[in-house]
Nanobody, 125 residues
Framework: QVQLVESGGGLVQAGGSLRLSCAAS????????MGWFRQPPGKEREFVAT????????NYANSVKGRFTISRNNLKNTAVLQMNSLKPEDTAVYYC??????????????????WGQGTQVTVSQ
């Protein structure tokens, strides 16, 4: 079982950048694919990005493609979401998640067993 803790959220102006980190503990980090999801105010949680166990393959939601970058460091047990060119519509609680399917890149929440507590990202006009 893996425990996940997100950090790095905050308030930023439109066009700015934030770097979210997800620290993992309790299990071998490279056993998991990692994903980032977000839940905007009043809306359902949605897929943002995913990365396989090695970091060699990634996939993104169309809404963030070209602006966000997901990466991981298996030696430091961390996953990172670099967010550039932020827009007000990126405002949400961001969650990292771990999938027990390390070679796949699940987009659905059902593909992830373990979740962090979330970190708030607010993008102002």
């Amino acid at each position: 079982q893996v425990q996940l803790v997100e950090s790095g959220g905050g308030l930023v102006q439109a066009g700015g950048s934030l770097r979210l980190s997800c620290a993992a503990s309790g299990s071998t980090f490279s056993n998991y694919a990692m994903g980032w999801f977000r839940q905007p105010p009043g809306k359902e949680r949605e897929f943002v990005a995913t990365i396989d166990w090695s970091g060699g393959t990634t996939n993104y939601a169309n809404s963030v493609k070209g602006r966000f970058t997901i990466s991981r460091n298996n030696l430091k047990n961390t996953a990172v979401l670099q967010m550039n060119s932020l827009k007000p519509e990126d405002t949400a609680v961001y969650y990292c998640a771990a999938s027990e399917l390390p070679f796949l890149l699940p987009h659905g929440m059902g593909g992830y067993r373990f979740w962090g507590q979330g970190t708030q990202v607010t993008v102002s006009q």
